[in-house]
């Protein structure tokens, strides 16, 4: 065994798959064997494998099932009909969502519902693979060990992964790619071998944007290593600016708070102003209607008065007439009894 075996030996070790894989399914297409990998990571294989039996069963193709309702699928894989309550589903609804997006991606990428071109150009297959997300490389890796017949899989993320650690370098061609790589791998072990490379180039070894700090490799790998070590600086420049514009922040506030603080004893002040000022022209009404209301009584009152001596003075002329046509009457009367009396 030679040191890089070694090293690839030991790396294997490292690197736990999130799913597992399910075993060959009799008699079933790899676009069939692809939708089990994707169930199995939501049910046990045997449970799967009903499933996709179901499905098949209940659908007249696949593109049918591509455009179904997640609801309806999950129905038809739970055996409770097409249209079974969100409640009574609610458990394989992500299963079913996820069945349904693996095929709505095969047929993005190869305009049909059809994996045999992996069977018939493992070098396009692989490309193909690593446009399927949601099926993944690692079970792409199983789908292509089936189509070729339990050759080592090979496609462009398991070269990536094994060229960033050191392994082997980058070659032009699938074939030459998997020359290089065939010396690493132990004999009968090739399925797990690219499995497991393969989930580290789906979970952190992107080809444009990989997460190395976060890769279990990340200390065993060249390339690894360097990208963490940009990452942290990164993060700590980060880190450095996020505490600059906190900084920036607060003193913004501060300045903020303080003018608000000025605004708002301005609008006290004038607030109190103009306070004082309603008070003082709601006295100087005030005073003006006592005014206006004395001045009303004054006028009443002499008015009043004025009433009074004309009544007087009328009473008093009354009375004086009254007099003086007694008085009047009196000398008439007196006048006539004179004149009444014999002349002697």
């Given at each position: 065994?030679?040191?890089?075996?070694?090293?690839?030996?030991?790396?294997?070790?490292k690197i736990?798959?999130?799913?597992?894989?399910?075993?060959?399914?009799k008699?079933?297409?790899?676009?069939?064997?692809?939708?089990?990998?994707?169930?199995v990571?939501?049910?046990?294989?045997?449970?799967?494998e009903?499933?996709v039996?179901?499905?098949?069963?209940?659908?007249?193709?696949?593109?049918e099932?591509?455009?179904?309702?997640?609801?309806?699928?999950?129905?038809?894989?739970?055996?409770?009909?097409?249209?079974?309550?969100?409640?009574?589903?609610?458990?394989v609804?992500?299963?079913?969502?996820?069945?349904?997006?693996?095929l709505?991606?095969?047929?993005?990428?190869?305009?049909?519902?059809?994996?045999?071109?992996?069977?018939?150009?493992?070098?396009?297959?692989?490309?193909?693979?690593?446009?399927?997300?949601?099926?993944?490389?690692?079970?792409?890796?199983?789908?292509?060990?089936?189509?070729?017949g339990?050759?080592?899989?090979v496609?462009?993320?398991?070269v990536?992964?094994?060229?960033?650690?050191?392994?082997?370098?980058?070659?032009?061609s699938?074939?030459?790619?998997?020359e290089?790589?065939a010396?690493?791998?132990?004999?009968?072990?090739?399925?797990?071998?690219?499995?497991?490379?393969?989930?580290?180039?789906d979970?952190?070894?992107?080809?444009?944007?990989?997460?190395?700090?976060?890769?279990?490799?990340?200390?065993?790998?060249?390339?690894?290593?360097?990208?963490?070590?940009?990452?942290?600086?990164?993060?700590?420049?980060?880190?450095?600016?996020?505490?600059?514009?906190?900084?920036?922040?607060l003193a913004?506030?501060?300045?903020?708070?303080?003018?608000?603080?000025?605004?708002?004893?301005?609008?006290?002040?004038?607030?109190?102003?103009?306070?004082?000022?309603?008070?003082?022209?709601?006295?100087?009404?005030?005073?003006a209607?006592?005014?206006?209301?004395?001045?009303?009584?004054?006028?009443?009152?002499k008015?009043?008065?004025?009433?009074?001596?004309?009544?007087?003075?009328?009473?008093?002329?009354?009375?004086?007439?009254?007099?003086?046509?007694?008085?009047?009457?009196?000398?008439?009367a007196?006048?006539?009894?004179?004149?009444?009396?014999?002349?002697?």
């Open positions: 065994m030679s040191k890089k075996s070694e090293i690839a030996a030991r790396l294997l070790q736990h798959p999130r799913w597992p894989l399910p075993g060959a399914m008699d079933a297409s790899l676009l069939e064997q692809g939708m089990l990998a994707v169930l990571r939501h049910m046990p294989q045997e449970k799967a009903g499933s039996t179901a499905l098949k069963a209940s659908f007249a193709d696949w593109n099932m591509r455009v179904a309702q997640a609801q309806e699928i999950a129905g038809l894989m739970t055996r409770k009909g097409r249209t079974p309550s969100r409640h009574a589903v609610r458990n609804l992500p299963a079913a969502r996820d069945a349904r997006d693996y709505q991606e095969v047929f993005q990428r190869v305009h049909g519902l059809d994996l045999e071109l992996l069977r018939e150009d493992p070098a396009a297959g692989g490309k193909l693979l690593q446009q399927l997300p949601r099926l993944g490389l690692a079970a792409g890796s199983q789908l292509l060990f089936i189509a070729s339990g050759q080592l899989p496609h462009g993320g398991l990536r992964v094994l060229d960033r650690l050191g392994l082997v370098s980058r070659a032009g699938v074939k030459k790619s998997g290089a790589i010396p690493l791998v132990e004999p009968g072990k090739e399925l797990e071998f690219a499995v497991r490379f393969s989930e580290v180039a979970r952190w070894c992107d080809a444009r944007r990989p997460t190395c700090q976060e890769c279990v490799l990340v200390e065993d790998c060249p390339f690894g290593r360097k990208v963490a070590h940009d990452w942290r600086v990164q993060q700590t420049r980060l880190a450095a600016y996020r505490e600059r514009e906190e900084a920036r922040r913004l506030e501060k300045k903020e708070a303080a003018r608000r603080a000025r605004e708002d004893a301005r609008a006290a002040k004038k607030a109190q102003a103009e306070a004082q000022r309603l008070e003082r022209e709601r006295q100087r009404l005030e005073r209607e006592a005014k206006r209301r004395a001045e009303e009584e004054r006028k009443k009152q008015l009043l008065a004025q009433k009074k001596r004309q009544g007087e003075e009328k009473a008093k002329a009354a009375r004086i007439a009254k007099q003086k046509a007694a008085a009047e009457k009196k000398a008439r007196a006048k006539a009894k004179k004149a009444a009396r014999p002349r002697r």
